[in-house]
Nanobody
């Protein structure tokens, strides 16, 4: 059974930082591309960042580029999202997802497995 479990969310003031983690089990993690998405109340789920199976290729949404960084540790079956200079508009539930193709992808439809999400709230 595939499980993706996010952690590290919480309440932080604007300008602060958080590091999200997503621990994967039940799949060949080193073969999967991974992505981070977020969904704010009343809005559609949107792409945040993605990383290839090797970790060599990454891509970030324009809204977070320069502030957020995706990375992975294949020895620990974990993908991370370091979030710096947080803004109130970053408030959302953050989800990690796994894509069996192993490549980077900005499209939520290409991902095969999803976590339950972790809440990030940024106060002004």
């Amino acid at each position: 059974q595939v499980q993706l479990v996010e952690s590290g969310g919480g309440l932080v003031q604007a300008g602060g930082s958080l590091r999200l983690s997503c621990a994967a089990s039940g799949l060949a993690f080193t073969e999967y591309g991974m992505g981070w998405f977020r969904q704010a109340p009343g809005k559609e789920r949107e792409f945040v960042a993605t990383i290839s199976w090797t970790g060599y290729t990454t891509f970030h949404a324009a809204s977070v580029k320069g502030r957020f960084t995706v990375s992975r540790d294949n020895s620990k079956n974990t993908v991370f999202l370091q979030m710096n200079s947080l803004k109130p508009e970053d408030t959302a539930v953050y989800y990690c997802a796994a894509d069996w193709r192993g490549v980077v992808s900005t499209h939520k439809g290409t991902y095969d497995y999803w976590g339950q999400g972790t809440q990030v709230t940024v106060s002004s």
